[in-house]
């Protein structure tokens, strides 16, 4: 069964000696929770989304992740219909198509995002007509916890280093610095075993 | 996230006496985080002058190029010595731009070679004749993900800054924690 906020703030009160939320107000614990499960999936990848994007009729067909895809964090896959495209490095894109600015296709056959913040999409169609949008499959934001009794996103076998993560904040906070450096050291080597196996 | 929403976290960690420049050291992660590719945008597409070779991306948010996509190519940078070593004459001459090089690495300058020799008849979507720049920018809203690691680079500057309020113990420990959430969110790619 998914753990609720509330169940891991409690235990979160505990770790850091503030079990009645005095140091810590509850509201601003669980915020912290929040933020950490956002940033732990963002690593994990473990939380994906499917989202629609519209198509515009111009070339080259460069998106604004950030305005079209706003819950999206780290952009895996685009689908045209069933059909994925294949991923490539937008600066390698010249040597396969000397002219990809402005070439248009009949169907898209890559995807390539330039930073983190534009996804490029090539060909650009020929026309719009019956093809309007395609598919973005991302890592995506995980659900605000804005009260106690919502369920975690992350499934429970994250939860430890949820923990570590949001009590390594706190800790910071109330200037704990000798306790903060013990978790951080656990939490180190288990962060980058964690981003290993999420990012590859 | 808009820059109060970082501003707030900034200050319900921190607990600054004096919140005068931490506005200052949110422009400059965000500027840090623009110039590491994290942050990148495209500019808009910008109409060429008959015989002018120099151009800059439009918007005042740019930070770096990442690349100049002229008509149907991406075209590539080239070194002045590159250039003078294609074509002593490269400045003045006129054409179909094939390169371009940094005038100004502070203002983003650049030229194109040659210059381009027609003015564009329109600003359609396909118009072959469009500057289009692909650049890195600082912004003030940003994404939500990135939120954690700007706030302790953000608390790392503020702590190690000289003020009423100076930690170097404290900047160090937040500077460390910023790196782990970096990690987290891996690089640019």
């Not at chain 1, 505990?14 to 999936?41: I, Y």
């Not at chain 1, 002219?99 to 719009?128: K, M, N, Q, V």
């Not at chain 1, 923990?163 to 962060?191: G, H, K, M, N, S």
């Not at chain 2, 910008?46 to 990442?66: C, E």
Request: with cysteine.
């Amino acid at each position: 069964m998914p753990a609720t906020a509330g169940t891991l703030l409690d235990i979160l009160a505990r770790r850091v000696r503030d079990p009645g939320n005095v140091a810590h107000p509850r509201d601003f614990a669980r915020d912290v929770l929040s933020r950490c499960q956002r940033a732990l999936n963002a690593a994990l990848g473990l939380v994906t989304r499917d989202d629609t994007l519209v198509l515009d009729a111009g070339t080259p067909q460069i998106y604004n992740v950030s305005a079209k895809l706003p819950n999206a964090v780290r952009l895996l896959a685009v689908r045209d219909g069933t059909r994925q495209l294949t991923r490539m490095d937008w600066r390698f894109l010249g040597a396969a198509d000397s002219s990809w600015p402005l070439r248009r296709g009949d169907a898209f056959t890559t995807w390539s995002l330039i930073g983190w913040d534009r996804l490029l999409l090539y060909p650009a169609p020929r026309s719009t007509g019956g093809r309007e949008a395609v598919t973005v499959v991302s890592v995506g934001l995980t659900t605000a916890l804005t009260t106690d009794a919502i369920e975690l996103d992350l499934p429970n076998h994250t939860h430890t280093l949820l923990l570590d993560l949001a009590e390594a904040i706190l800790l910071l906070r109330d200037r704990q610095f000798e306790t903060f450096q013990d978790v951080l050291a656990r939490l180190t080597p288990r962060v980058a075993e964690a981003v290993a196996a999420g990012q590859g | 996230m808009p820059q109060a929403g970082v501003l707030s976290l900034v200050d319900a960690i921190g607990h600054l006496d004096d919140t005068s420049t931490r506005l200052r050291f949110y422009q400059d992660a965000v500027y840090d985080l623009g110039r590491r590719g994290w942050l990148t945008g495209d500019d808009s597409a910008q109409r060429l002058t008959s015989g002018t070779a120099t151009y800059a991306p439009a918007s005042g948010d740019a930070i770096d190029v990442l690349g100049v996509l002229y008509g149907d190519r991406c075209l590539p940078e080239a070194s002045v010595t590159e250039l003078l070593v294609a074509d002593r004459d490269w400045r003045d001459r006129r054409g179909d731009p094939v390169a371009y090089t940094f005038e100004d690495e502070t203002t983003n300058t650049f030229r194109l070679y040659p210059a381009p020799a027609f003015v564009p008849s329109s600003q359609a979507t396909d118009d072959p004749n469009r500057l289009f720049v692909l650049v890195t920018e600082t912004r003030a809203n940003v994404p939500a993900y990135v939120e954690w690691p700007l706030v302790f680079d953000i608390l790392a500057r503020e702590m190690a800054y000289p003020s009423t309020h100076q930690d170097l113990a404290f900047a160090a420990l937040c500077q460390q924690i910023a790196d782990v959430f970096y990690r987290m969110l891996g690089a640019p790619r």
